[in-house]
């Protein structure tokens, strides 16, 4: 019994020590996480030297983000309706000894340029809603996301809370190294 609780110990102490350095490699993005009941509730900002076009663009492209965000197999727009899509998703997040498979079918409604809307329709939580909103912020574009999720899974409310703040840093920290990279595709074949 005195192993069992000495590498859970352990496991806890270099889970924090991880999330400790990620915060620091990535504090430009503010992510708070609150865990009230059974609902987990993140809000996300961060700012990207781009347009607003070159940010939507990387946001609302759900053909290929299994491409650029790592926690994900795959991401495949099943049906779109004027500006509404039907979105499937699966993955596993993972963060030390945590791992999380999911999946997730959502309705995805569309502002051009504005705002994402998003309603989970099925899938591993029980319920997941959520907003992106793009706002204009001195010649960058400051993200804001929000969601508000029911987990299918009990999740404990500290090490659950650093496992949910680094996989949305890390996931939003990946959308904005994609946008910036394309950014600067584009720049090097218009002056090609």
Known sequence: MKIISFMLFMSSVLFMAAATADSQQEEDI?????????????DLSLVVPATRQEVWDVLTDFKHMAGFVSNLKESRVDSISKDTLKVFQRGTASYG???FPFETTREIQLTPFNKIQSRMISGSMREMKGTTQLIDEGGQIRIIYHTDTVPGVWIPPIVGKVFIEHE????FNEIRNEIIKRKQTSVTSIVH
Not at 30 to 42: D, L, M, R, S, Y
Not at 168 to 171: A, C, D, F, L
């Open 30 to 42: 503010e992510v708070k996480v609150q865990i009230a009941g059974e609902n987990v509730i993140v």
């Open 97 to 99: 000894p945590i791992t």
């Open 168 to 171: 949305t840093r890390e996931q």
